[in-house]
Protein backbone atom coordinates (compact mmCIF):
# COMPACT_ATOMS: atom_id res chain seq x y z
CA UNK A 1 0.00 0.00 0.00
CA UNK A 2 0.75 3.68 -0.17
CA UNK A 3 1.71 5.86 2.93
CA UNK A 4 3.49 9.17 4.13
CA UNK A 5 6.37 8.18 5.49
CA UNK A 6 8.63 10.29 8.02
CA UNK A 7 12.16 10.07 6.90
CA UNK A 8 13.66 13.10 8.89
CA UNK A 9 13.35 16.54 9.18
CA UNK A 10 11.32 18.18 6.85
CA UNK A 11 11.41 14.75 4.81
CA UNK A 12 8.24 12.82 4.15
CA UNK A 13 7.58 10.70 1.01
CA UNK A 14 4.59 9.33 0.16
CA UNK A 15 6.44 5.61 -0.15
CA UNK A 16 4.96 1.82 -0.90
CA UNK A 17 4.79 -0.67 2.30
CA UNK A 18 3.82 -3.63 3.27
CA UNK A 19 0.22 -3.71 4.48
CA UNK A 20 -0.50 -3.73 8.27
CA UNK A 21 -1.57 -6.92 9.51
CA UNK A 22 -4.12 -7.87 12.31
CA UNK A 23 -1.76 -9.04 15.57
CA UNK A 24 -3.78 -8.95 18.34
CA UNK A 25 -7.99 -10.27 18.55
CA UNK A 26 -8.90 -6.74 19.55
CA UNK A 27 -7.21 -5.01 16.15
CA UNK A 28 -8.63 -4.23 13.01
CA UNK A 29 -7.95 -3.22 10.02
CA UNK A 30 -9.38 0.22 8.17
CA UNK A 31 -9.59 1.19 4.44
CA UNK A 32 -8.89 4.98 4.73
CA UNK A 33 -10.79 6.73 3.15
CA UNK A 34 -9.93 10.04 4.32
CA UNK A 35 -7.21 11.12 6.37
CA UNK A 36 -5.64 14.79 6.90
CA UNK A 37 -2.64 16.65 8.16
CA UNK A 38 -3.07 18.33 11.46
CA UNK A 39 -1.04 21.45 12.87
CA UNK A 40 0.40 18.88 15.43
CA UNK A 41 2.14 16.66 12.66
CA UNK A 42 4.46 19.85 12.10
CA UNK A 43 5.89 19.55 15.47
CA UNK A 44 7.29 16.08 14.02
CA UNK A 45 7.68 17.28 10.48
CA UNK A 46 9.79 19.58 12.21
CA UNK A 47 11.33 16.89 14.46
CA UNK A 48 10.68 19.05 17.39
CA UNK A 49 8.81 16.31 19.32
CA UNK A 50 11.04 13.72 20.07
CA UNK A 51 11.66 9.64 19.23
CA UNK A 52 10.61 9.62 15.47
CA UNK A 53 12.33 6.62 13.67
CA UNK A 54 12.74 7.24 9.54
CA UNK A 55 9.95 4.92 8.31
CA UNK A 56 7.40 5.81 10.75
CA UNK A 57 3.85 6.63 9.18
CA UNK A 58 2.12 9.72 9.77
CA UNK A 59 -1.35 11.07 10.64
CA UNK A 60 -3.35 10.67 13.32
CA UNK A 61 -6.75 12.23 11.80
CA UNK A 62 -8.32 9.88 9.51
CA UNK A 63 -11.33 7.57 8.89
CA UNK A 64 -12.75 4.82 6.54
CA UNK A 65 -14.62 1.54 6.42
CA UNK A 66 -13.69 -1.64 8.65
CA UNK A 67 -11.81 -4.71 5.83
CA UNK A 68 -10.58 -6.91 8.62
CA UNK A 69 -11.81 -7.39 12.60
CA UNK A 70 -9.96 -9.47 15.34
CA UNK A 71 -11.78 -12.61 16.93
CA UNK A 72 -11.65 -10.28 20.47
CA UNK A 73 -13.59 -7.32 18.83
CA UNK A 74 -16.98 -9.45 19.67
CA UNK A 75 -19.23 -8.07 17.41
CA UNK A 76 -18.62 -4.22 18.13
CA UNK A 77 -17.06 -3.54 15.36
CA UNK A 78 -18.06 -5.68 11.85
CA UNK A 79 -16.66 -5.54 8.41
CA UNK A 80 -18.49 -2.91 6.50
CA UNK A 81 -19.10 -0.49 9.11
CA UNK A 82 -18.21 3.52 8.45
CA UNK A 83 -15.89 4.81 11.76
CA UNK A 84 -14.05 7.79 12.65
CA UNK A 85 -10.53 6.33 14.10
CA UNK A 86 -9.69 8.53 17.52
CA UNK A 87 -6.01 9.38 17.80
CA UNK A 88 -5.97 8.27 20.99
CA UNK A 89 -6.04 4.42 21.36
CA UNK A 90 -7.94 3.58 24.62
CA UNK A 91 -8.45 0.02 25.91
CA UNK A 92 -12.01 1.46 27.20
CA UNK A 93 -11.51 -0.64 30.42
CA UNK A 94 -8.76 0.68 32.79
CA UNK A 95 -9.36 2.83 35.90
CA UNK A 96 -8.53 6.40 33.36
CA UNK A 97 -10.66 5.31 30.79
CA UNK A 98 -13.68 4.33 33.02
CA UNK A 99 -13.09 7.82 34.52
CA UNK A 100 -13.09 9.28 30.80
CA UNK A 101 -9.48 10.17 30.61
CA UNK A 102 -9.23 8.74 27.85
CA UNK A 103 -5.96 10.30 26.38
CA UNK A 104 -4.16 8.86 29.58
CA UNK A 105 -5.38 5.15 29.14
CA UNK A 106 -3.12 2.85 31.07
CA UNK A 107 -2.61 0.25 28.38
CA UNK A 108 -2.21 0.84 24.96
CA UNK A 109 0.61 2.95 24.80
CA UNK A 110 2.92 -0.23 24.20
CA UNK A 111 6.31 1.29 24.77
CA UNK A 112 5.64 1.93 28.17
CA UNK A 113 8.39 1.69 30.01
CA UNK A 114 10.26 4.53 27.67
CA UNK A 115 7.12 6.85 28.31
CA UNK A 116 7.30 5.88 32.18
CA UNK A 117 10.78 7.01 32.52
CA UNK A 118 9.96 10.48 30.33
CA UNK A 119 6.54 11.20 31.25
CA UNK A 120 6.91 9.64 34.93
CA UNK A 121 3.56 7.76 34.16
CA UNK A 122 2.61 6.17 30.78
CA UNK A 123 -0.22 8.03 28.81
CA UNK A 124 -1.88 6.41 26.21
CA UNK A 125 -0.65 5.31 22.82
CA UNK A 126 -1.70 7.09 20.10
CA UNK A 127 -1.52 7.30 16.26
CA UNK A 128 1.62 8.43 13.76
CA UNK A 129 3.09 10.68 16.88
CA UNK A 130 6.42 9.26 18.09
CA UNK A 131 7.80 5.73 19.97
CA UNK A 132 7.12 7.70 23.38
CA UNK A 133 3.36 7.22 22.57
CA UNK A 134 3.76 3.62 21.00
CA UNK A 135 5.18 4.24 17.92
CA UNK A 136 1.56 3.29 16.15
CA UNK A 137 1.68 3.61 12.19
CA UNK A 138 -0.60 6.48 11.35
CA UNK A 139 -3.28 6.59 9.21
CA UNK A 140 -1.95 9.13 6.54
CA UNK A 141 -2.23 5.42 4.26
CA UNK A 142 -4.52 3.57 2.35
CA UNK A 143 -4.80 1.17 5.44
CA UNK A 144 -4.09 1.26 9.03
CA UNK A 145 -4.50 -0.83 12.11
CA UNK A 146 -6.51 -0.02 14.66
CA UNK A 147 -5.20 -1.97 18.55
CA UNK A 148 -7.94 -2.16 20.62
CA UNK A 149 -10.57 -1.02 17.69
CA UNK A 150 -13.75 -2.67 19.60
CA UNK A 151 -13.38 0.24 22.00
CA UNK A 152 -11.35 2.82 19.46
CA UNK A 153 -13.46 3.65 17.16
CA UNK A 154 -16.60 6.39 16.76
CA UNK A 155 -19.00 5.01 14.31
CA UNK A 156 -20.86 7.38 11.62
CA UNK A 157 -23.94 7.47 10.22
CA UNK A 158 -23.96 6.87 6.13
CA UNK A 159 -25.96 10.23 6.06
CA UNK A 160 -23.14 12.97 6.70
CA UNK A 161 -20.31 12.59 4.32
CA UNK A 162 -16.43 12.41 5.26
CA UNK A 163 -15.38 15.87 5.48
CA UNK A 164 -18.91 16.12 7.99
CA UNK A 165 -17.39 14.02 10.08
CA UNK A 166 -13.56 13.21 9.70
CA UNK A 167 -12.35 15.90 12.48
CA UNK A 168 -14.41 13.84 15.19
CA UNK A 169 -11.30 12.43 15.40
CA UNK A 170 -9.25 15.04 16.41
CA UNK A 171 -9.27 18.32 15.74
CA UNK A 172 -13.26 19.16 16.28
CA UNK A 173 -13.42 17.35 19.90
CA UNK A 174 -9.88 19.08 20.52
CA UNK A 175 -11.27 22.73 20.02
CA UNK A 176 -14.65 21.88 22.12
CA UNK A 177 -12.20 20.33 25.12
CA UNK A 178 -10.27 23.45 25.14
CA UNK A 179 -13.32 25.21 25.54
CA UNK A 180 -15.30 22.79 27.94
CA UNK A 181 -12.85 22.99 30.71
CA UNK A 182 -13.05 27.08 30.61
CA UNK A 183 -16.29 26.10 32.34
CA UNK A 184 -17.67 28.54 30.29
CA UNK A 185 -20.18 31.54 31.78
CA UNK A 186 -22.49 33.55 29.41
CA UNK A 187 -20.61 36.88 30.87
CA UNK A 188 -17.25 35.33 29.77
CA UNK A 189 -14.95 36.63 27.34
CA UNK A 190 -12.92 33.85 25.76
CA UNK A 191 -10.16 35.01 23.67
CA UNK A 192 -8.39 32.17 22.19
CA UNK A 193 -4.53 32.42 20.42
CA UNK A 194 -4.00 30.94 17.14
CA UNK A 195 -7.16 30.75 14.22
CA UNK A 196 -5.39 27.22 12.88
CA UNK A 197 -7.83 24.47 12.76
CA UNK A 198 -8.17 23.77 16.46
CA UNK A 199 -8.25 28.02 17.10
CA UNK A 200 -11.46 27.26 14.79
CA UNK A 201 -12.92 24.53 16.16
CA UNK A 202 -12.24 26.22 19.97
CA UNK A 203 -13.54 30.12 18.27
CA UNK A 204 -16.62 28.05 17.56
CA UNK A 205 -17.31 25.74 20.27
CA UNK A 206 -17.02 28.78 22.65
CA UNK A 207 -19.76 30.41 20.89
CA UNK A 208 -22.15 27.25 21.34
CA UNK A 209 -20.97 26.82 24.74
CA UNK A 210 -22.27 30.39 25.38
CA UNK A 211 -19.65 32.58 25.32
CA UNK A 212 -20.71 36.31 25.06
CA UNK A 213 -17.34 37.66 23.36
CA UNK A 214 -14.80 35.32 21.44
CA UNK A 215 -11.09 36.89 20.38
CA UNK A 216 -9.18 35.53 18.08
CA UNK A 217 -5.49 36.19 17.77
CA UNK A 218 -2.91 35.52 14.73
CA UNK A 219 -1.74 37.47 12.14
CA UNK A 220 -2.57 35.41 8.74
CA UNK A 221 -5.31 37.39 6.84
CA UNK A 222 -7.57 34.13 6.01
CA UNK A 223 -7.44 32.18 9.20
CA UNK A 224 -8.32 35.66 10.67
CA UNK A 225 -11.80 36.35 8.15
CA UNK A 226 -12.21 32.37 9.10
CA UNK A 227 -12.60 33.21 12.90
CA UNK A 228 -14.61 36.16 12.01
CA UNK A 229 -17.20 34.46 10.42
CA UNK A 230 -16.90 31.73 13.11
CA UNK A 231 -18.50 34.69 15.67
CA UNK A 232 -14.88 35.79 17.03
CA UNK A 233 -13.60 39.51 17.19
CA UNK A 234 -10.06 39.29 15.65
CA UNK A 235 -6.45 40.71 16.88
CA UNK A 236 -3.63 40.96 14.47
CA UNK A 237 -0.75 40.61 16.37
CA UNK A 238 1.46 42.26 13.59
CA UNK A 239 -0.64 45.16 13.68
CA UNK A 240 -1.49 45.80 17.09
CA UNK A 241 -1.08 45.09 21.20
CA UNK A 242 -2.73 42.04 22.02
CA UNK A 243 -2.82 43.05 25.70
CA UNK A 244 -4.00 46.71 25.09
CA UNK A 245 -6.51 45.47 22.50
CA UNK A 246 -7.92 42.45 24.95
CA UNK A 247 -8.04 44.83 27.93
CA UNK A 248 -10.23 47.40 25.61
CA UNK A 249 -12.28 45.12 24.62
CA UNK A 250 -12.74 43.66 28.52
CA UNK A 251 -13.45 47.11 30.18
CA UNK A 252 -9.29 46.84 31.35
CA UNK A 253 -9.87 43.89 33.00
CA UNK A 254 -8.93 41.24 30.49
CA UNK A 255 -10.73 38.08 28.98
CA UNK A 256 -11.50 35.37 32.00
CA UNK A 257 -11.17 32.55 29.62
CA UNK A 258 -7.73 31.65 27.67
CA UNK A 259 -7.03 29.00 25.28
CA UNK A 260 -3.73 28.71 23.68
CA UNK A 261 -3.86 27.12 20.18
CA UNK A 262 -0.70 27.79 19.22
CA UNK A 263 2.00 25.42 21.68
CA UNK A 264 5.53 24.82 21.68
CA UNK A 265 5.85 26.52 17.85
CA UNK A 266 4.95 30.60 18.62
CA UNK A 267 5.36 32.77 15.98
CA UNK A 268 8.88 34.30 15.88
CA UNK A 269 8.40 37.99 15.48
CA UNK A 270 11.03 41.20 16.51
CA UNK A 271 7.93 42.71 18.26
CA UNK A 272 8.17 40.34 20.47
CA UNK A 273 11.77 39.98 21.58
CA UNK A 274 11.53 37.00 23.36
CA UNK A 275 10.28 34.78 20.84
CA UNK A 276 13.46 35.33 19.14
CA UNK A 277 15.31 34.51 22.55
CA UNK A 278 13.27 31.47 22.65
CA UNK A 279 13.52 30.49 18.99
CA UNK A 280 17.55 31.17 19.47
CA UNK A 281 17.26 28.55 22.79
CA UNK A 282 15.42 26.47 20.85
CA UNK A 283 18.14 25.78 18.34
CA UNK A 284 20.62 25.19 20.63
CA UNK A 285 18.28 22.98 22.57
CA UNK A 286 18.64 24.97 25.46
CA UNK A 287 15.08 24.84 25.39
CA UNK A 288 12.46 22.54 23.52
CA UNK A 289 8.82 24.98 23.50
CA UNK A 290 8.55 28.35 22.80
CA UNK A 291 5.54 29.67 25.28
CA UNK A 292 4.90 33.12 24.20
CA UNK A 293 1.20 32.65 24.32
CA UNK A 294 1.59 31.04 27.61
CA UNK A 295 3.44 34.11 28.75
CA UNK A 296 0.84 36.19 27.36
CA UNK A 297 -2.21 34.57 28.51
CA UNK A 298 -0.37 34.60 31.94
CA UNK A 299 -0.30 38.13 31.79
CA UNK A 300 -3.68 39.31 30.69
CA UNK A 301 -6.26 37.22 32.07
CA UNK A 302 -8.29 38.38 34.52
CA UNK A 303 -7.48 37.11 38.01
CA UNK A 304 -9.73 33.82 38.88
CA UNK A 305 -9.66 32.94 35.32
CA UNK A 306 -8.82 29.71 33.24
CA UNK A 307 -6.07 28.68 30.84
CA UNK A 308 -6.90 26.00 28.74
CA UNK A 309 -4.17 24.82 26.33
CA UNK A 310 -4.59 22.60 23.54
CA UNK A 311 -1.76 23.77 21.82
CA UNK A 312 0.95 20.63 22.18
CA UNK A 313 4.19 21.18 24.14
CA UNK A 314 6.83 18.72 24.28
CA UNK A 315 9.38 19.37 27.14
CA UNK A 316 10.66 22.07 28.63
CA UNK A 317 9.24 25.88 28.41
CA UNK A 318 11.39 28.30 30.26
CA UNK A 319 10.68 31.65 31.75
CA UNK A 320 7.08 30.88 32.55
CA UNK A 321 5.66 33.79 34.95
CA UNK A 322 4.94 31.37 37.67
CA UNK A 323 4.54 34.37 39.84
CA UNK A 324 1.82 35.97 37.73
CA UNK A 325 0.21 32.63 37.89
CA UNK A 326 0.04 31.76 41.18
CA UNK A 327 -0.93 35.21 42.46
CA UNK A 328 -3.82 35.90 40.21
CA UNK A 329 -4.95 32.60 41.49
CA UNK A 330 -4.62 30.94 37.37
CA UNK A 331 -6.41 27.51 36.82
CA UNK A 332 -4.21 25.83 34.05
CA UNK A 333 -6.55 22.71 32.18
CA UNK A 334 -4.29 20.87 29.69
CA UNK A 335 -3.71 17.56 28.06
CA UNK A 336 -4.26 15.42 24.95
CA UNK A 337 -8.08 15.54 23.99
CA UNK A 338 -10.39 12.78 26.05
CA UNK A 339 -11.96 11.91 22.28
CA UNK A 340 -14.24 9.55 22.91
CA UNK A 341 -15.62 11.99 26.13
CA UNK A 342 -16.64 14.04 23.44
CA UNK A 343 -18.03 12.66 20.73
CA UNK A 344 -21.68 11.27 21.00
CA UNK A 345 -22.40 14.83 21.69
CA UNK A 346 -20.90 16.63 18.75
CA UNK A 347 -21.81 13.97 16.43
CA UNK A 348 -25.18 14.44 17.62
CA UNK A 349 -24.68 17.86 17.19
CA UNK A 350 -23.33 17.75 13.56
CA UNK A 351 -26.42 15.85 13.02
CA UNK A 352 -28.73 18.41 13.78
CA UNK A 353 -27.08 20.68 11.86
CA UNK A 354 -25.63 22.52 15.01
CA UNK A 355 -22.51 22.85 13.21
CA UNK A 356 -20.18 21.78 10.06
CA UNK A 357 -16.70 21.16 11.05
CA UNK A 358 -16.06 20.51 7.10
CA UNK A 359 -15.97 24.64 6.81
CA UNK A 360 -12.17 24.21 7.60
CA UNK A 361 -11.30 22.19 4.98
CA UNK A 362 -9.30 24.67 1.83
CA UNK A 363 -7.55 21.72 0.35
CA UNK A 364 -8.39 18.29 -1.01
CA UNK A 365 -5.78 15.94 -2.31
CA UNK A 366 -4.68 13.03 -3.35
CA UNK A 367 -2.43 11.01 -0.82
CA UNK A 368 0.81 11.49 -3.45
CA UNK A 369 0.40 15.21 -3.12
CA UNK A 370 1.18 14.53 0.96
CA UNK A 371 3.97 15.60 0.94
CA UNK A 372 4.14 18.67 -1.01
CA UNK A 373 1.24 19.71 1.32
CA UNK A 374 2.98 19.44 4.30
CA UNK A 375 5.07 22.28 2.93
CA UNK A 376 1.90 24.09 1.88
CA UNK A 377 0.29 23.50 4.85
CA UNK A 378 3.39 24.76 6.99
CA UNK A 379 4.30 27.72 4.99
CA UNK A 380 0.33 28.94 4.94
CA UNK A 381 0.43 28.94 0.95
CA UNK A 382 -2.09 29.09 -0.82
CA UNK A 383 -4.50 30.68 2.21
CA UNK A 384 -4.13 26.75 3.28
CA UNK A 385 -5.60 25.82 6.41
CA UNK A 386 -6.61 22.73 6.46
CA UNK A 387 -5.50 19.56 4.49
CA UNK A 388 -7.51 16.31 3.56
CA UNK A 389 -5.78 13.53 1.96
CA UNK A 390 -7.92 11.48 -0.37
CA UNK A 391 -5.92 7.45 -0.42
CA UNK B 1 21.05 -0.12 3.65
CA UNK B 2 19.55 3.35 5.30
CA UNK B 3 18.40 4.19 8.89
CA UNK B 4 14.32 3.54 7.51
CA UNK B 5 15.18 -0.14 6.80
CA UNK B 6 17.19 -0.72 9.58
CA UNK B 7 14.41 0.81 11.93
CA UNK B 8 12.08 -1.83 10.45
CA UNK B 9 13.56 -4.01 12.95
CA UNK B 10 12.09 -2.31 15.83
CA UNK B 11 8.56 -2.72 14.32
CA UNK B 12 6.45 -5.51 15.51
CA UNK B 13 5.14 -8.01 12.93
CA UNK B 14 1.91 -6.53 11.47
CA UNK B 15 3.23 -3.18 11.29
CA UNK B 16 3.99 -1.62 7.68
CA UNK B 17 7.31 -1.77 6.90
CA UNK B 18 8.73 0.43 3.67
CA UNK B 19 9.38 -1.15 0.80
CA UNK B 20 10.30 1.67 -1.86
CA UNK B 21 10.33 5.42 -0.95
CA UNK B 22 8.92 7.79 -3.41
CA UNK B 23 9.98 11.59 -3.49
CA UNK B 24 10.35 13.50 -1.08
CA UNK B 25 9.01 17.01 0.62
CA UNK B 26 12.33 18.77 0.45
CA UNK B 27 13.13 19.96 -3.00
CA UNK B 28 16.72 20.49 -4.33
CA UNK B 29 16.85 23.89 -2.15
CA UNK B 30 16.11 22.28 0.81
CA UNK B 31 18.76 20.04 -0.03
CA UNK B 32 21.56 22.86 -0.77
CA UNK B 33 20.53 24.58 2.87
CA UNK B 34 20.87 21.46 4.76
CA UNK B 35 24.45 20.16 2.41
CA UNK B 36 25.72 24.31 3.61
CA UNK B 37 24.18 23.67 7.25
CA UNK B 38 26.55 20.60 8.05
CA UNK B 39 28.74 22.43 6.23
CA UNK B 40 28.64 25.48 8.67
CA UNK B 41 28.91 22.66 11.61
CA UNK B 42 32.04 21.52 10.25
CA UNK B 43 34.00 24.57 9.24
CA UNK B 44 32.73 26.19 12.77
CA UNK B 45 33.80 22.97 14.92
CA UNK B 46 37.34 22.88 12.84
CA UNK B 47 38.01 26.78 13.56
CA UNK B 48 36.83 26.77 17.42
CA UNK B 49 38.83 23.26 17.58
CA UNK B 50 42.14 24.39 15.81
CA UNK B 51 42.78 28.09 15.14
CA UNK B 52 45.91 27.92 14.64
CA UNK B 53 46.15 25.51 11.74
CA UNK B 54 44.07 28.37 10.03
CA UNK B 55 46.27 30.89 10.88
CA UNK B 56 49.37 29.47 10.12
CA UNK B 57 48.17 28.13 6.97
CA UNK B 58 46.87 31.72 5.71
CA UNK B 59 50.03 33.12 7.59
CA UNK B 60 47.50 35.20 10.12
CA UNK B 61 49.42 34.15 13.19
CA UNK B 62 48.01 36.17 16.34
CA UNK B 63 44.51 35.69 14.68
CA UNK B 64 43.35 32.73 17.03
CA UNK B 65 40.65 34.58 18.76
CA UNK B 66 39.19 35.92 15.45
CA UNK B 67 39.06 32.79 13.92
CA UNK B 68 37.69 31.19 16.66
CA UNK B 69 35.24 33.59 17.35
CA UNK B 70 34.42 33.01 13.71
CA UNK B 71 33.93 29.64 14.65
CA UNK B 72 31.42 30.67 16.77
CA UNK B 73 29.17 32.58 14.25
CA UNK B 74 29.67 29.55 11.71
CA UNK B 75 28.05 26.93 14.62
CA UNK B 76 25.22 29.35 14.70
CA UNK B 77 24.68 29.86 11.12
CA UNK B 78 24.91 26.37 10.32
CA UNK B 79 22.54 25.55 13.36
CA UNK B 80 20.00 28.13 11.63
CA UNK B 81 20.46 26.74 8.30
CA UNK B 82 19.38 23.01 9.54
CA UNK B 83 16.66 24.18 11.39
CA UNK B 84 12.97 25.66 9.68
CA UNK B 85 14.54 28.94 9.56
CA UNK B 86 16.66 27.97 6.47
CA UNK B 87 16.45 30.89 4.62
CA UNK B 88 17.76 33.39 7.33
CA UNK B 89 20.00 30.83 8.25
CA UNK B 90 21.37 31.19 4.86
CA UNK B 91 21.58 35.01 4.91
CA UNK B 92 23.70 34.95 8.03
CA UNK B 93 26.05 32.54 5.76
CA UNK B 94 26.16 35.24 3.58
CA UNK B 95 26.70 37.53 5.63
CA UNK B 96 29.50 35.61 7.58
CA UNK B 97 30.88 35.46 4.23
CA UNK B 98 30.97 38.59 3.69
CA UNK B 99 32.73 39.30 6.76
CA UNK B 100 35.16 35.95 5.90
CA UNK B 101 36.00 38.10 2.53
CA UNK B 102 36.93 41.33 4.45
CA UNK B 103 39.51 39.41 6.53
CA UNK B 104 40.87 37.16 4.23
CA UNK B 105 41.84 40.38 1.90
CA UNK B 106 43.79 41.74 4.70
CA UNK B 107 45.48 38.76 4.13
CA UNK B 108 46.56 39.66 0.63
CA UNK B 109 49.38 42.12 0.93
CA UNK B 110 52.78 41.50 -0.52
CA UNK B 111 54.78 40.88 2.62
CA UNK B 112 52.67 37.70 3.58
CA UNK B 113 54.47 34.90 2.57
CA UNK B 114 51.14 32.36 2.30
CA UNK B 115 49.80 35.07 -0.04
CA UNK B 116 48.61 31.94 -2.46
CA UNK B 117 47.12 30.27 0.19
CA UNK B 118 44.83 33.48 0.74
CA UNK B 119 44.14 33.52 -2.76
CA UNK B 120 42.47 30.37 -2.88
CA UNK B 121 41.09 30.49 0.12
CA UNK B 122 38.86 33.47 -0.86
CA UNK B 123 38.55 32.29 -4.02
CA UNK B 124 36.48 29.17 -2.52
CA UNK B 125 34.75 31.66 0.08
CA UNK B 126 33.48 33.59 -3.00
CA UNK B 127 32.29 29.82 -4.52
CA UNK B 128 30.53 29.47 -1.15
CA UNK B 129 29.14 32.59 -1.15
CA UNK B 130 27.66 32.25 -4.36
CA UNK B 131 26.04 29.19 -3.37
CA UNK B 132 25.08 30.85 -0.26
CA UNK B 133 23.36 33.68 -2.21
CA UNK B 134 21.68 31.36 -4.64
CA UNK B 135 20.69 28.69 -1.58
CA UNK B 136 19.03 31.50 -0.04
CA UNK B 137 16.91 33.44 -2.84
CA UNK B 138 15.87 29.52 -3.65
CA UNK B 139 14.91 28.84 -0.39
CA UNK B 140 13.10 31.89 0.32
CA UNK B 141 11.14 31.45 -3.07
CA UNK B 142 10.29 28.21 -2.15
CA UNK B 143 8.90 29.02 1.15
CA UNK B 144 7.26 32.40 1.06
CA UNK B 145 3.66 32.58 1.64
CA UNK B 146 2.80 34.87 -0.85
CA UNK B 147 3.10 31.43 -3.56
CA UNK B 148 -0.56 30.16 -4.77
CA UNK B 149 -3.93 32.46 -4.00
CA UNK B 150 -5.09 34.54 -1.81
CA UNK B 151 -8.65 34.13 -0.52
CA UNK B 152 -10.72 35.40 2.82
CA UNK B 153 -13.11 32.86 4.39
CA UNK B 154 -15.90 35.56 5.20
CA UNK B 155 -18.37 33.26 4.02
CA UNK B 156 -17.20 30.32 6.71
CA UNK B 157 -18.73 30.43 9.62
CA UNK B 158 -19.40 26.98 10.11
CA UNK B 159 -22.98 27.06 11.48
CA UNK B 160 -25.33 25.93 8.83
CA UNK B 161 -28.10 27.48 10.83
CA UNK B 162 -26.65 30.67 11.11
CA UNK B 163 -24.41 32.41 14.05
CA UNK B 164 -27.22 33.99 15.82
CA UNK B 165 -29.00 30.02 15.87
CA UNK B 166 -25.53 29.09 17.32
CA UNK B 167 -25.61 31.75 19.78
CA UNK B 168 -28.51 30.64 21.20
CA UNK B 169 -27.61 26.85 21.01
CA UNK B 170 -25.91 26.76 24.54
CA UNK B 171 -27.15 24.06 26.60
CA UNK B 172 -26.35 21.70 29.08
CA UNK B 173 -23.20 20.12 28.69
CA UNK B 174 -23.92 16.17 28.80
CA UNK B 175 -22.68 14.13 32.02
CA UNK B 176 -19.73 12.55 30.13
CA UNK B 177 -18.78 15.80 28.67
CA UNK B 178 -18.09 17.94 31.51
CA UNK B 179 -14.94 18.56 32.29
CA UNK B 180 -12.40 16.90 33.63
CA UNK B 181 -12.72 18.27 37.28
CA UNK B 182 -16.31 17.95 37.19
CA UNK B 183 -16.22 14.03 35.37
CA UNK B 184 -17.77 11.41 37.56
CA UNK B 185 -15.74 8.82 38.74
CA UNK B 186 -17.43 6.04 37.66
CA UNK B 187 -14.22 3.67 38.42
CA UNK B 188 -14.83 3.81 41.90
Sequence with gaps: MRALVWHGKEDIRCDTVTDPEIEDDRDAIIKVTSCAICGSDLHLFHNFIPAMLPGDIMGHEMMGEVVEVGSGVNGKLRKGDRVVVPFTIICGECEQCKRGNFSVCERTNRNKQIADKVFGHATAGLFGYTHLTGGYPGGQAEYVRVPYADATHIKVPDSLTDEQVLFLGDIFPTGWQAAAQCDIEPTDTVAVWGCGPVGQMAIRSAILLGAEQVIAVDRIPERLSMAEAGGAITINFDQESVVERLNDLTGGKGPEKCIDAIGMESHVTPSQPDTILDRAKQMMMLESDRPHVLREMIYVCRPGGILSIPGVYSGFADKVPMGQLMNKGLTIRTGQTHVNRWTDDLLHRIEEGEIDPSFVITHTVGLEQGPEMYKVFRDKQDSCIKVVLKP | ?188
Aim: hydrophobic share 40%.
Design chain 2, 1 to 188: MNVTYISNLVRSEGDPKVLRSGPSSLGTADQLAKALGWFSLALGAAEIVAPRRFTRALGMEGSEGLVRAYGFREVAAGLMTLSPDKTTGLWSRVGGDALDIVTLLSGLRHDNPKRANVACALSMVLGVTLLDFVGAKATAARHTRSKGQRRLYHDRSGFPKGLQAARQARRKLPTQSRSPSLAPSSAA
